[in-house]
């Protein structure tokens, strides 16, 4: 059950995509990821104030943890907004705590990154690289923040995609370090991935809204085809794994912090994936040939959710990553599992 601040965050963020990240909106962006559409978006999500939202209050935040922040994540991946808020968010945390200003533009987070022998930094398939103004990398001499300005980019993946390859011919001197007062490494790639799974959870509730919708509204033989009992099991299954990948995401966005620990976040990327699968299947056959047209909208996010399956790592990495931990540790499995849901 939710709190009311929960609800009162989740509401107003709600009102926000609502006005600014319509479908519509979300396809002039892809079709032009640095026009003036994302400008004029991220500034409102800027003048929002929850992009700050983890921040302590000294800075002008809120001082929230993921705990409370997650219906934000959530939000983002139900509207399938094109720009790296919760990103940034994590990264803006990460500054406040040494005190050093964040750049107020949309920031993305390489999942690798390695400096060429001719001093390239090389950054492939870049999550939101497309509408970032910024990039944070983990380079040999530590983590970095790089503005894009002077890079170049081009885009990876298929139509409307808004990760992109990038390189910088050196390591720009306007670079921003990353630390922690208190963890100084941070494992970005497992954080990211439990971010992307939270948005993953967030489209999947939309998916399988927009499904009961059709189903309700859609007739055949001269009865809605939702009475159909077939339609029915099928959107039942759709429900049940929307809620499995938001409750898996619940779990890592849990900590009263920005940190996420890296099994709750490899166990959420890892369920939120097999999920959809099911869900963006089932969605576009309760929906028919309609689904993948360019005029309706289901398209703008099961397209987002076979993106997001790879990005940071997809199902079968992030399993063999808790199998690993499992098999060369001495506890239990009953132990593991009871440790990885108190992780946070």
């Known amino acids: ?48 104030g929850f992009i700050d939202a983890l921040c302590p209050e000294h800075m002008g935040g809120a001082g929230l943890g993921w705990r409370e922040a997650a219906p934000i994540v959530f939000a983002c991946g139900r509207h399938a907004l094109p720009l790296p808020m919760a990103a940034t968010m994590l990264v803006r945390a990460v500054l406040a705590e040494t005190s050093v200003d964040a750049p107020s533009e949309p920031v993305a987070i390489a999942s690798a990154a390695d400096v060429l022998d001719d001093g390239t930094v090389r950054a492939d398939a870049v999550p939101y690289g497309l509408t970032a103004r910024w990039v944070l990398v983990s380079l040999p001499v530590g983590d970095r923040l790089l503005p894009i300005d002077g890079a170049s980019r081009s885009p990876f993946g298929g139509r409307g995609t808004l990760s992109a390859n990038i390189r910088w011919p050196a390591v720009p001197a306007n670079s921003i370090p990353l630390s922690s007062k208190t963890n100084p490494a941070v494992c970005w790639r497992a954080t990211a991935a439990a971010l992307v799974a939270a948005q993953m959870a967030g489209a999947m509730q939309r998916v399988t809204a927009m499904a009961i919708e059709h189903a309700n509204n859609r007739n055949q033989f001269g009865k809605p085809i939702g009475r159909q009992q077939a339609i029915q099991q099928q959107i039942s299954i759709m429900a049940a794994q929307t809620f499995a990948a938001r409750m898996a995401a619940s779990i890592a966005l ?55 399956r790879g990005e940071y790592g997809g199902e079968s990495y992030w399993n063999g990553i808790l199998g690993r931990t499992l098999l060369e540790g001495a506890m239990s499995p009953l132990d593991f599992t009871r440790i990885l849901t108190a992780a946070t």
Do not use: Y
């Not at 939710?2 to 319509?22: K, N, Y």
């Not at 056959?285 to 987002?304: K, M, N, P, S, Y």
């Open 254 to 308: 849990g900590g009263a912090g920005w940190r996420v620990h890296p099994n709750t976040a490899a166990v959420a990327k890892a369920r939120a994936g097999e999920a959809a699968v099911q869900v963006a299947a089932i969605g576009h056959a309760v929906h028919g040939a309609i689904g993948i047209t360019e005029e309706f909208d289901l398209q703008l996010f099961t397209r987002r959710l076979n993106e997001w």
């Open 1 to 48: 059950m939710r709190t009311v601040i929960d609800t009162m965050i989740a509401d107003s963020v709600e009102h926000i995509l609502q006005d600014c990240c319509d479908p519509q909106r979300v396809r002039q962006v892809e079709a032009d990821p640095r026009g003036n559409v994302a400008s004029a978006m991220w500034e409102v999500l800027e003048q929002s």
